[in-house]
Nanobody
Framework: QVQLVESGGGLVQAGGSLRLSCAAS????????MGWFRQAPGKEREFVAG????????NYADSVKGRFTISRDNAKNTVFLQMNSLKPEDTAVYYC?????????????????WGQGTQVTVSS
């Protein structure tokens, strides 16, 4: 069992930056692949970025590639999402998620545990 708590969301102007954090409970955090997803009103939850459990392999949605960076600190049970050059279309609730098998998936249906989400709003 893993409990996830996101933080770091807020209101930012277009072109600005935010850093999201996701703190995980449990001693098996390093065995999970981690992902960030987002959901805007009226839209399906979409993959943003993922990171493997130990060797740092990452994967990004095309819409954020080159602007967002996912990282993790297994010693602190935390995964991060650095978001630069933010655009109004990045506005959404951002969720972190844990994948039990440790494999990187892009579908939200493959993830086993979820945080409560943090709102990111980018003004134009």
């Amino acid at each position: 069992q893993v409990q996830l708590v996101e933080s770091g969301g807020g209101l930012v102007q277009a072109g600005g930056s935010l850093r999201l954090s996701c703190a995980a409970s449990g001693r098996t955090f390093s065995s999970y692949a981690m992902g960030w997803f987002r959901q805007a009103p009226g839209k399906e939850r979409e993959f943003v970025a993922g990171i493997s459990r130990s060797n740092g392999i990452t994967n990004y949605a095309d819409s954020v590639k080159g602007r967002f960076t996912i990282s993790r600190d297994n010693a602190k049970n935390t995964v991060f999402l650095q978001m630069n050059s933010l655009k109004p279309e990045d506005t959404a609730v951002y969720y972190c998620a844990a994948q039990y098998t440790g494999l990187l998936y892009r579908s939200f249906r493959e993830y086993d545990y979820w945080g409560q989400g943090t709102q990111v709003t980018v003004s134009s």
